[in-house]
């Protein structure tokens, strides 16, 4: 597979890992994915930026191959 494939992927799940671990570390509720015997809950800005910034990544690398 080509870089434009893997970099913005990459960077998605970067962001997301980096977010979902500073609501962990800060203890900052609408970034942490909590799981108990009950529920889990999932909060989903941090999907929401990753992809974001996924798509973002991507479009800056098919605006400099031109």
Known sequence: MDKSL?????????????LYLLGYIAD???LIFRMSLSDTEIS???????????????RVIKSRAK
Do not use: K, N, Q
């Not at 893997?6 to 980096?18: A, C, D, E, K, N």
């Not at 989903?44 to 991507?58: K, N, R, S, T």
């Open 44 to 58: 989903l800005l941090p999907i929401a930026v990753g992809m974001l910034a996924g798509f973002i990544c991507e």
């Open 6 to 18: 893997w970099i913005p992927l990459l960077v998605s799940f970067g962001t997301m890992i980096v």
């Open 28 to 30: 900052i509720d609408i």
